[in-house]
């Protein structure tokens, strides 16, 4: 069971998940997040889940085919907004617009729970993300993420 479903026109599915279907959603997910094993996956989502982390998938079929993990969060900068935490197409079905389905889908889904805006952060080597962001989902570059091990 799922926590909730939406069935798209073109017979796609977004299903939302819990925590009893992480095995599903861990292949997708992983091909982003390749440091994380499944087990340290599922600790990890456990965590985050307590602070409101919430992941999407959409389905072609049986077929977990993009990933969406996200929150809902406010701030002075941002104000209400969807922060995307993960976002990933299967790389075996890139090219074909599930990407673009789901990043809609979570832009709407904000709007109807009053977020203003989406925002993620992209790593410097990931081009063809940016270019998908920029180019494809009219998104702007607004700054740099700073990290400090401590």
Known sequence: MYLNEVT?????????FGLERLE????????????LSFEEY???VKEMNKRGYQILCLFDGEDVVSYAGFVQAVNMYYGKHIW??????????????????LLSYLEEYGKSKGSERVALSSRFHMKP???FYE???DYDKIGY????DV
């Open 145 to 148: 993420v700073f990290l400090k």
């Open 129 to 131: 993300a940016h270019k």
């Open 8 to 16: 798209l026109s073109d017979g796609l599915i977004i299903r939302e």
């Open 24 to 35: 599903q959603a861990y292949p997708v997910v992983n091909q982003l997040r390749t440091h």
């Open 135 to 137: 180019e494809g989902q």
């Open 84 to 101: 995307v935490y993960d976002l990933v197409t299967d790389e075996a079905k890139r090219g074909k617009g599930y990407g673009k389905i």
């Open 42 to 44: 599922v600790e990890v």
